[in-house]
């Protein structure tokens, strides 16, 4: 028996390490680009789907690899990668080698063309995350770009289009709960996340504590997070934990205190400065306890080293520090840098989810924060096993019920 039970963990050891190597290959794309044809493409999942997708055509491409990690790339003719239509599937190649068929989303849930007592559509108000849940962006843009402060990095001012024909500024917070209750009843408002641009303190907390409200009219289970500044009255904390949030996130998005002051201006001046953000975090630890309390920070805007300490000491705090990848936005003022390399996005990776397993956080706490941080989340699930065979499965949030009312 023990002959038979060292074959299994040399076979489940050899599937970790395909699946890393794959994940790796995600970064690879990332950097240098993919090229195709987008007719083609589109067409292929036209058939597939039954609806003509957005993305292909219009910059890039994202989708699952054969063993079922993510990849994405932008458009380019100068790439060794490539994706070629064989028949009715999509076939990825590194130059002449094949590398495995690759798929595309599902047909978009039904839900999200739904239809709102406002006249608009439920995907102008909420979107679907990949694990099973909903989040908003309240606002449509943020007030430090009337004070010249705004992050450097970010594009909410930039105005690209993403609310689609969404016509308020601020969402009605009645709206929010009308929209997050067809996503319960839709089985995919398993966890709610709510963010949105700079506004002065005291309007974001009765913005924050009106949606918890109308939210929990009719689901008391309410289980979300709300992502806010660093207030710079603490003692508000408990408001937020009181009106039902479960988990709260303030987006450093820069470790290093000297580039955080540069890199986000507004959060420096208006927030108390990067200590401040330090101490609320600790507090908040406090009221909603470890692992549910969340940071951002932008993986390629500082060293690596700095990412890293931020993420250990944070976590030695009970705090999930988790990060995003630098991307140069147009029309912000860091448009036109590069982000760094694959190379150091997979250090950065590698790196940060052995802290996430020694500080004992799962996969619930490295996915209720900050909407597009945990980029690593793979990485994460592929070290700790939690996959079947050799594919990674799609991890969902635990269900919740429809109502209890």
Not at 70 to 77: C, H, R, Y
Not at 168 to 196: C, D, M, Q, T
Request: with cysteine; proline share 4%; charged share 25%.
């Amino acid at each position: 028996m023990s002959g038979i039970k060292e074959l299994v963990t040399q076979d489940k050891q050899a599937i970790k390490e395909l699946l890393l190597k794959e994940a790796r290959l995600g970064f690879d794309l990332a950097e240098k680009g993919i090229f195709f044809n987008a007719e083609e493409i589109n067409k292929l999942r036209a058939e597939k789907t039954g609806e003509l997708p957005k993305r292909a055509g219009r910059g890039g491409l994202s989708f699952k690899l054969p063993h079922g990690n993510d990849g994405s790339g932008d458009f380019t003719k100068w790439t060794p990668y490539s994706i070629v239509v064989e028949g009715n599937e999509a076939v990825l190649y590194d130059d002449s080698t094949r590398v495995g068929i690759i798929s595309f989303a599902d047909a978009p849930n039904p839900v999200l063309n739904e239809k709102l007592t406002n006249g608009e559509t439920f995907r102008n108000i909420l979107s679907l995350t990949q694990h099973g849940g909903v989040s908003v962006g309240y606002s449509k843009e943020c007030a430090l770009k009337d004070l010249g402060e705004d992050c450097l990095f970010c594009k909410i001012n930039v105005g690209d289009g993403k609310y689609g024909d969404r016509q308020n500024l601020i969402l009605n917070p009645k709206i929010v709960a009308e929209a997050y209750s067809l996503a319960r009843k839709a089985g995919v408002g398993n966890h709610f996340r709510i963010s949105g641009g700079f506004v002065p303190e005291r309007r974001e907390l009765e913005y924050y504590i009106d949606v918890a409200e109308e939210i929990r009219k009719k689901y008391p289970d309410f289980f979300g997070t709300a992502i806010i500044g660093a207030p710079n009255d603490l003692s508000i904390l408990e408001k937020y934990k009181e009106s039902g949030y479960s988990h709260i996130s303030h987006n450093i998005e820069v470790w290093d205190k000297n580039l955080f002051a540069h890199i986000c201006p507004g959060k420096e001046k208006r927030n108390g400065g990067w200590q401040h953000w330090i101490n609320s975090l600790e507090a908040a630890v406090e009221i909603f306890g470890k692992g549910n309390v969340h940071a951002n920070i932008v993986g390629g805007l500082e060293p690596k080293t700095s990412t890293l300490e931020g993420i250990e000491y944070l976590a030695s705090k009970g705090i999930v520090a988790k990060f995003s990848r630098f991307r140069p936005e147009a029309g912000t003022p860091l448009e036109g840098y590069r982000s760094p390399s694959a190379d150091f996005h997979w250090e950065l990776v590698d790196k940060a989810t052995d802290i996430y397993i020694r500080s004992g956080f799962g996969m619930l706490e490295l996915t209720t924060g900050p909407g597009s941080s945990f980029y690593g989340s793979n990485v994460y699930r592929i070290k700790t096993g939690d996959f079947e065979g050799d594919n990674l499965t799609p991890w969902k949030y635990p269900a919740l019920p429809n109502s209890n009312l």
